[in-house]
């Protein structure tokens, strides 16, 4: 059984940084790619950034474009997201996922695997 632990979370003023590690065990691990999601209470959890395992590949919503940077470590099962600028409206549960399906999904139904979640408050 996979499981996928979120840190990294926190309370950061705006303008500050935070970076989230996800860390992948149990199983045989081998995912095509890794997400990270985010959501806020009454809203719907949305994409924030996805890597492939195979070729680094990435994709990056467009409201994190330029200030979230995603990346892996093969050899710890672990990927990161650097998050810098942050913002007010960044604040949310920031979740990883991964899925055995080729292509980074921006999809929550595409994944197969959650961890349970990390809070980041972004204070003005």
């Known amino acids: 059984q996979v499981q996928l632990v979120e840190s990294g979370g926190g309370l950061v003023q705006a303008g500050g940084s935070l970076r989230l590690s996800c860390a992948a065990s149990?199983?045989?691990?081998?995912?095509?790619?890794m997400g990270w999601f985010r959501q806020v209470p009454g809203k719907e959890r949305e994409f924030v950034a996805g890597?492939?395992?195979?070729?680094?590949?990435?994709l990056l919503a467009n409201s994190v474009k330029g200030r979230f940077t995603i990346s892996t470590d093969n050899a710890k099962n672990t990927v990161y997201l650097q998050m810098l600028g942050l913002k007010p409206e960044d604040t949310a549960v920031y979740y990883c996922?991964?899925?055995?399906?080729?292509?980074?999904?921006?999809?929550?139904?595409?994944?197969?695997?959650w961890g349970q979640g990390t809070q980041v408050t972004v204070s003005s």
């Open positions: 890597i492939a395992w195979s070729d680094g590949s990435t």
């Open positions: 149990g199983g045989t691990f081998s995912p095509y790619a």
């Open positions: 996922a991964a899925t055995d399906r080729h292509g980074i999904h921006v999809l929550t139904s595409r994944y197969d695997y």
